[in-house]
């Protein structure tokens, strides 16, 4: 009984387990369904905000993808760069430029600085396309939390677009165009051709693009010179150009060139084996010598050549082209002579003050003349002026100027402030100066410049080539006015040389023909020698020209004719205006420095004209040469043979004449001619050895006399010397080749006739061949009637030197 009673109670509680387990599945199936539910919810919703924000991308992209700069100028990569002028060994003479920049292809670019900058930049550079997804998301997610943009993710790629297509501002909005522009860039260009506009166009400080710049301005040597040491500095500087220069923040740019070395050995074995371990260590332990900032600041060598240069760039390529630059401009200039000659004027200038008493203190002399007023001040004008009080704070001079207040900077003035003077000392009040104006502020006093001293120029050529080697157009640190190629001014006895050689070279005269040396009025005209108490009588052609005896010159100009003299002036190369008068003789035609000094090249060549040449060739930013303006044909002007007749009777000018003053100092054979000016206005030498040319003139802008005693031989010649000494340095003194078509003979110096035999006194002379003379002079002791009458006129003692 009791077993069949527990059949049933056992079925019951199967049953009732069998329920609680179905439930129990149920449930578990229910919750499995939900789940799976929740989780198609869940993928749905996942899958409909992707394809939103999908979608939303499209969108954002789409519409900042509107009106994009295209990258298809960064083809045609042409920026600002630096138009250079070079002297004749390659040094660096001026720069002109709107952007700092040199660009140089990858071939010049060392494998270490391209390695430095990607460690320091961008290292997967080349694995890339453009963009580092994840750095994107990292910056994305930190702009989004701070509400502005601050974290950057930028790479090679980005900054070129960032720096060369869009504007620096820091937004959202730029940084999507920057990501859109990134990878169209990529599938533009390569990626070396990436890596060249970067290197290129990059700020590394100092207002220094490009890594050509940087390694010029920081290390004073091209880009492909660049050591590892080196290359890993600069790398550094453009996460920061001013915080990281190594000029200004030594310490903070070591720090990071040390970064960029540690990425060079932590990523080595990945991505660039080849550079080995020991040469990142050496590195580190390599000092590195930065340049000072002293040494990159300084003036342009030679201001008047670099004007010139550039104002020939601009006449060949245009106003937009040069300004755009990149060009190179290889001049004739030996910057080293260039340099010697400025200080060799500059000292002959201060020789000058000094004698004149130019120097400061001014004082106030005692005059009765009041200043001229003038109703407006113009600008680049000059005018009288007198000291009306001093400030020593601001280191200025008040001025009255023509009746208008104005106010000079003594700092500009150091030339004539040698003790450094503070300003009340400099000038007394009612000191009389003159005065340049340079600016008229409104409603504050003029600006001006006073011009206590003379001015010059220096002019230096090889006469073989016509390469002009040194040009100086004044004492002045800064481009101003060019007297050497633009001043127009009487050359006085400079221009003797000329007229004696067409006298010489047309037969109308020896040097041993004998002229009066006597008063005489030509056509209501009356010159005078420098001395004119002082005549020499009957005297030899090339005595007259050692001495510079006026009267002379003007008796050879009128038996040649002015007319003659001024065309073959012209085949000199003077182009200036001249007045075919007698006074043509004495210089009275003014002329410029560098046409004057290129006339006696012509006698130094041996008769042969050509036209100075100052710039060599023009290099374009491709480094093709640019086709120059053709220059005048050379000429032969005057035979060789009568071009060293003159130049031998120009080398008694410096042996016995009027520049006897060179004789024991110069120590080799030149020949050249000293001359000045009425009342000294103007001074000059011009004077050449076998292998140089020079000309040197001192004088005053508004054609003011130098002073008491200046002469052509105490203004001009020391100037002229010291230029010699510097452009000649040590080598062996040579003489001028005697050519054919010379004879010499032996003269009487009293009368140029031939020696008598035995004469004790006969001198050498050269003539040219066909002009000996053939009458022979009379001894002593035999009465010679037929110079009797000459010598009532005047005694024969040559007259004394100064001119």
Same mark, same amino acid.
């Given at each position: 009984?009791?077993?069949?009673?527990?059949?049933?109670?056992?079925?019951?509680?199967? /049953?009732?387990?069998?329920?609680?387990?179905?439930?129990?599945?149920?449930?578990?199936?229910?919750?499995?369904?939900?789940?799976?539910?929740?989780?198609?919810?869940?993928?749905?919703?996942?899958?409909?905000?992707?394809?939103?924000?999908? !979608?939303?991308?499209?969108?954002?992209?789409?519409?900042?993808?509107?009106?994009?700069?295209?990258?298809?100028?960064?083809?045609?990569?042409?920026?600002?760069?630096?138009?250079?002028?070079?002297?004749?060994?390659?040094?660096?003479?001026? @720069?002109?430029?709107?952007?700092?920049?040199?660009?140089?292809?990858?071939?010049?670019?060392?494998?270490?600085?391209?390695?430095?900058?990607?460690?320091? @930049?961008?290292?997967?550079?080349?694995?890339?396309?453009?963009?580092?997804? /994840?750095?994107?998301?990292?910056?994305?997610?930190?702009?989004?939390?701070?509400?502005?943009?601050?974290?950057?993710?930028?790479?090679?790629?980005?900054?070129?677009?960032?720096?060369?297509?869009?504007?620096?501002?820091?937004?959202?909005?730029?940084?999507?165009?920057?990501?859109?522009?990134? =990878?169209?860039?990529?599938?533009?260009?390569?990626?070396?051709?990436?890596? #060249?506009?970067?290197?290129?166009?990059?700020?590394?400080?100092?207002?220094?693009?490009?890594?050509?710049?940087?390694?010029?301005?920081?290390?004073?040597?091209?880009?492909?010179?660049?050591?590892?040491?080196?290359?890993?500095?600069?790398?550094?500087?453009?996460?920061?150009?001013?915080?990281?220069?190594?000029?200004?923040?030594?310490?903070?740019? =070591?720090?990071?060139?040390?970064?960029?070395?540690?990425?060079?050995?932590?990523?080595?074995?990945?991505?660039?084996?080849? !550079?080995?371990?020991?040469? $990142?260590?050496?590195?580190?332990?390599?000092?590195?010598?930065?340049?000072?900032?002293?040494?990159?600041?300084?003036?342009?060598?030679?201001? @008047?050549?670099?004007?010139?240069?550039?104002?020939?760039?601009?006449?060949?390529?245009?106003?937009?082209?040069?300004?755009?630059?990149?060009?190179?401009?290889?001049?004739?200039?030996?910057?080293?002579?260039?340099?010697?000659?400025?200080?060799?004027?500059?000292?002959?200038?201060?020789?000058?003050?000094?004698?004149?008493?130019?120097?400061?203190?001014?004082?106030?002399?005692?005059?009765?003349?009041?200043?001229?007023?003038?109703?407006?001040?113009?600008?680049?004008?000059?005018?009288?002026?007198?000291?009306?009080?001093?400030?020593?704070?601001?280191?200025?001079?008040?001025?009255?100027?023509?009746?208008?207040?104005?106010?000079?900077?003594?700092?500009?003035?150091?030339?004539?402030?040698?003790?450094?003077?503070?300003?009340?000392?400099?000038?007394?009040?009612?000191?009389?100066?003159?005065?340049?104006?340079?600016?008229?502020?409104?409603?504050?006093?003029?600006?001006?410049?006073?011009?206590?001293?003379?001015?010059?120029?220096?002019?230096?050529?090889?006469?073989?080539?016509?390469?002009?080697?040194?040009?100086?157009?004044?004492?002045?640190?800064?481009?101003?006015?060019?007297?050497?190629?633009?001043?127009?001014?009487?050359?006085?006895?400079?221009?003797?040389?000329?007229?004696?050689? +067409?006298?010489?070279?047309?037969?109308?005269?020896?040097?041993?023909?004998?002229?009066?040396?006597?008063?005489?009025?030509?056509?209501?005209?009356?010159?005078?020698?420098?001395?004119?108490?002082?005549?020499?009588?009957?005297? =030899?052609?090339?005595?007259?020209?050692?001495?510079?005896?006026?009267?002379?010159?003007?008796?050879?100009?009128?038996?040649?004719?002015?007319?003659?003299?001024?065309?073959?002036?012209?085949? +000199?190369?003077?182009?200036?205006?001249?007045?075919?008068?007698?006074?043509?003789?004495?210089?009275?035609?003014?002329?410029?420095?560098?046409?004057?000094?290129?006339?006696?090249?012509?006698?130094?060549?041996?008769?042969?004209?050509?036209?100075?040449?100052?710039?060599?060739?023009?290099?374009?930013?491709?480094?093709?040469?640019?086709?120059?303006?053709?220059?005048?044909?050379?000429?032969?002007?005057?035979?060789?043979?009568?071009?060293?007749?003159?130049?031998?009777?120009?080398?008694?000018?410096?042996?016995?004449? *009027?520049?006897?003053? /060179?004789?024991?100092?110069?120590?080799?054979?030149?020949?050249?001619?000293?001359?000045?000016?009425?009342?000294?206005?103007?001074?000059?030498?011009?004077?050449?050895?076998?292998? $140089?040319?020079?000309?040197?003139?001192?004088? #005053?802008?508004?054609?003011?006399?130098?002073?008491?005693?200046?002469?052509?031989?105490?203004?001009?010649?020391?100037?002229?010397?010291?230029?010699?000494?510097?452009?000649?340095?040590?080598?062996?003194?040579?003489?001028?080749?005697?050519?054919?078509?010379?004879?010499?003979?032996?003269?009487?110096?009293? *009368?140029?006739?031939? /020696?008598?035999?035995?004469?004790?006194?006969?001198?050498?002379?050269?003539?040219?061949?066909?002009?000996?003379?053939?009458?022979?002079?009379?001894?002593?002791?035999?009465?010679?009637?037929?110079?009797?009458?000459?010598?009532?006129?005047?005694?024969?003692?040559?007259?004394?030197?100064?001119?």
């Amino acid at each position: 009984m009791t077993r069949s009673s527990d059949k049933p109670a056992g079925r019951k509680k199967a /049953a009732a387990d069998g329920g609680k387990s179905g439930k129990t599945s149920a449930s578990l199936r229910a919750a499995r369904l939900s789940g799976r539910v929740w989780l198609w919810r869940i993928v749905a919703l996942g899958a409909f905000l992707g394809a939103l924000a999908l !979608l939303g991308a499209v969108l954002l992209f789409g519409y900042y993808g509107r009106d994009l700069p295209t990258v298809e100028k960064l083809k045609h990569y042409a920026p600002p760069q630096i138009s250079r002028v070079v002297d004749r060994k390659g040094k660096l003479i001026a @720069e002109s430029f709107s952007e700092r920049r040199s660009v140089v292809p990858m071939s010049r670019v060392p494998r270490v600085l391209v390695l430095s900058v990607l460690a320091a @930049e961008d290292a997967d550079f080349y694995l890339h396309r453009g963009l580092d997804y /994840a750095g994107i998301l990292r910056a994305l997610l930190t702009d989004t939390l701070r509400g502005r943009p601050t974290q950057g993710a930028s790479t090679i790629t980005q900054q070129i677009v960032k720096n060369m297509l869009l504007s620096p501002e820091r937004t959202i909005a730029r940084k999507v165009k920057e990501l859109i522009l990134a =990878r169209r860039l990529e599938q533009e260009l390569g990626k070396d051709q990436i890596l #060249f506009l970067y290197l290129n166009q990059i700020n590394f400080g100092h207002g220094r693009y490009g890594v050509e710049e940087a390694s010029r301005f920081y290390f004073g040597k091209h880009v492909d010179e660049l050591t590892l040491a080196e290359a890993s500095l600069i790398a550094g500087i453009p996460q920061a150009p001013t915080r990281l220069s190594p000029m200004l923040h030594p310490e903070a740019a =070591r720090r990071r060139q040390l970064h960029v070395l540690d990425q060079l050995a932590s990523k080595r074995a990945q991505y660039w084996d080849d !550079l080995p371990a020991s040469a $990142i260590d050496a590195a580190r332990n390599t000092p590195v010598a930065v340049r000072s900032m002293d040494d990159v600041a300084q003036a342009e060598a030679a201001p @008047e050549v670099a004007q010139i240069a550039r104002e020939l760039l601009r006449s060949q390529v245009g106003d937009d082209a040069a300004q755009r630059g990149g060009y190179t401009i290889e001049t004739t200039i030996d910057l080293g002579l260039e340099i010697a000659a400025r200080k060799a004027l500059h000292a002959g200038l201060v020789h000058v003050d000094e004698r004149q008493k130019l120097q400061a203190p001014l004082v106030a002399h005692k005059t009765n003349e009041r200043l001229e007023r003038a109703t407006t001040l113009v600008v680049g004008h000059v005018y009288d002026a007198a000291v009306s009080g001093s400030d020593d704070a601001s280191g200025t001079l008040r001025l009255d100027v023509a009746g208008h207040p104005g106010v000079a900077t003594i700092s500009e003035l150091a030339r004539y402030n040698p003790k450094d003077l503070p300003a009340h000392t400099f000038a007394v009040q009612g000191a009389r100066v003159r005065a340049s104006v340079e600016s008229l502020p409104e409603g504050r006093p003029a600006r001006v410049r006073l011009l206590l001293g003379p001015q010059g120029a220096v002019v230096i050529i090889d006469p073989r080539t016509r390469d002009v080697l040194a040009l100086v157009g004044g004492d002045e640190a800064m481009y101003g006015f060019d007297r050497a190629s633009n001043a127009v001014r009487q050359p006085g006895s400079t221009w003797k040389p000329i007229e004696y050689a +067409l006298a010489i070279d047309t037969r109308a005269f020896t040097p041993a023909s004998v002229v009066l040396d006597a008063p005489e009025v030509f056509d209501q005209w009356r010159p005078n020698n420098f001395e004119t108490w002082e005549y020499a009588g009957p005297v =030899r052609l090339r005595e007259a020209l050692a001495q510079s005896i006026n009267l002379v010159a003007v008796r050879v100009v009128s038996e040649l004719t002015p007319q003659k003299v001024v065309d073959f002036a012209h085949r +000199l190369g003077i182009r200036s205006e001249l007045d075919p008068s007698l006074a043509l003789a004495l210089g009275a035609s003014a002329v410029k420095p560098v046409e004057l000094v290129n006339a006696y090249a012509t006698f130094a060549a041996g008769g042969r004209f050509a036209p100075t040449r100052l710039v060599r060739r023009i290099l374009d930013p491709q480094g093709h040469e640019l086709a120059l303006p053709k220059p005048d044909a050379p000429a032969e002007v005057m035979s060789p043979a009568s071009a060293y007749v003159l130049t031998n009777m120009l080398t008694s000018v410096l042996k016995t004449g *009027t520049g006897k003053a /060179a004789a024991g100092v110069l120590k080799r054979p030149a020949a050249g001619k000293t001359g000045t000016s009425n009342r000294a206005r103007d001074t000059w030498f011009v004077g050449y050895t076998p292998e $140089i040319v020079a000309g040197v003139w001192v004088g #005053f802008d508004d054609l003011r006399p130098l002073g008491l005693h200046e002469t052509g031989a105490t203004a001009a010649l020391p100037i002229w010397l010291d230029v010699i000494k510097s452009a000649v340095g040590d080598r062996p003194p040579v003489d001028f080749p005697m050519p054919k078509g010379v004879a010499t003979a032996k003269i009487d110096p009293k *009368t140029g006739k031939l /020696a008598y035999e035995n004469e004790p006194d006969a001198i050498d002379e050269v003539f040219l061949e066909g002009t000996v003379p053939t009458e022979v002079a009379t001894p002593p002791d035999v009465a010679d009637t037929g110079t009797f009458l000459m010598e009532q006129l005047g005694g024969p003692a040559p007259p004394s030197a100064g001119r």
